[in-house]
């Protein structure tokens, strides 16, 4: 089956800096890449999502971009706020969707 | 845009009892739903899949006959926990598919999830 890995599992920036967050995924048969940003005690929120027809998408302060070849994907969160703090979550879908472990992010005012 | 409710959002019960959670799809019609438990700072691990009006699909691992899931209608999954055990605790997450979804067939949307504790 997919695998996908995650880094970092933790990230803590400054209000207003950027935000990375990197996934890389195993099967290259793979081609819907959701990103999810879930809150404490809540489920997950859909926050954007690229297909493998595509290299890059932005909807406003966040962007993600795929590299089919080396089989990874990034989001990228400009101007962070600290609303924008909780736990953000990749997936690539083959079939069904796999996840990777997460990352908690945490933006200080 | 497309949204999933849970119901309930949090349930207490005592060991050896059953536990039902609801899962609709408010706006669109589901026909797969998805069934994910969720450890504390630990990812989703899906559960089963269900498909209306068929049998769900269990990951390997789960027990069939613990967790019971029924999809009766296009909005309506139910989990059911049998003679539910402390070891059962934890947050169980739906998630449904929008298959006439403008973001494409395969974009999954969840529901808020239901904190289950056994005592």
């Known amino acids: 089956g997919e695998n996908v890995e995650q880094h970092p599992s933790t990230l803590s920036v400054q209000e207003g800096d950027s935000a990375v967050i990197k996934c890389t995924y195993s099967?290259?048969?793979?081609?819907?890449f959701p990103w999810y940003k879930q809150e404490l005690g809540k489920g997950p929120q859909l926050i954007i999502d690229i297909r493998s027809n595509v290299g890059e998408k932005k909807d406003q302060r966040i962007a993600v971009t795929l590299n089919k070849t080396a089989k990874h994907f990034s989001l990228h969160i400009t101007e962070t706020q600290p609303e924008d703090s909780a736990v953000y979550f990749c997936a690539a879908w083959s079939g069904r969707l796999y996840f990777g472990r997460g990352t908690q992010l945490t933006v200080w005012p | 845009g497309a949204v999933v409710s849970q119901h309930p959002s949090w349930v207490i019960c005592k060991s050896g009892t059953s536990v039902k959670i609801e899962c609709r799809s408010l706006d669109f019609q589901a026909t797969t739903m998805f069934w994910y438990r969720q450890f504390p700072k630990q990812s989703l691990m899906l559960m089963a899949t269900s498909n209306e009006g068929s049998k769900a699909t269990y990951e390997q691992g789960v027990e069939k006959d613990k967790f019971l899931i029924n999809h009766a209608s296009l909005t309506l999954s139910t989990l059911t926990v049998t003679s539910a055990h402390p070891e059962d605790s934890s947050f169980y997450i739906c998630s449904a598919r929008d298959p006439a979804g403008r973001r494409g067939t395969d974009t999954q949307y969840f529901g808020p999830g239901t904190r289950l504790t056994v005592l």
């Open positions: 099967d290259s048969a793979s081609n819907y």
